[in-house]
């Protein structure tokens, strides 16, 4: 079950009234449910029907929470991209010390990857491939979180700068050069996932990055 659209807590849950808990375990069956078929079949060879057959629910109670397929599917990727987003603030702010809170920051990535593997490899194959459709809206919410989490790397690598750690350089220019390097390795690591378990990459685009951002 994706936790990112259930309150924090199993605690929290249980105190929610019953139907708002049945609703919400539905909604999670059912989005399950699509990732799973839009991962064997693709996005465009997947019915709203065949989810609601696969999920044990009728079409009805699909629509009650998505008005199409197309909302379910930008529904499962920007609730995956949100619950990122707050894991890797959560990896900023927890370290005061800016390099510490940099490779906590790569380390969480590299986490976060692994746990929602399924997730990425449909928005490269679908968002960032054929699925046209939705992607003018659907590419400027996920520029904005991309946007917040540059900003968010800045102010750390601003930090930085002004404790000497690191050298004065562009902050932003320092975010979007990190960022670019874990992209392209993640990219990488998405071909053979198995071996890259065994292999932590993401070290070596730290150690490559940070050894050229320390102050000497």
Known sequence: MNPSTLPEG???????????REN?????EILDTALRLFSEKGYHNV????IAKQAEFGVGTIYKFFSNKQDLYRILIMETAEKWQRAVFQALEQERDPFQAIKEYIAVQRELFFANLPVVRLYYSETKGACYSMRPGF???LLKLRDERIKKLGSVFEAGIKERVFRDLDPNHMSLALHGIIDAFLYRMMEDPARFRKRDELSDAAEIFLGGVMNK
């Open 10 to 20: 199993n605690g929290e849950l249980a105190r929610l009234p019953r139907k708002e």
């Open 24 to 28: 919400l375990r539905q909604r999670e």
């Open 47 to 50: 019915s709203m029907q065949e």
């Open 139 to 141: 590419d400027q919410d």
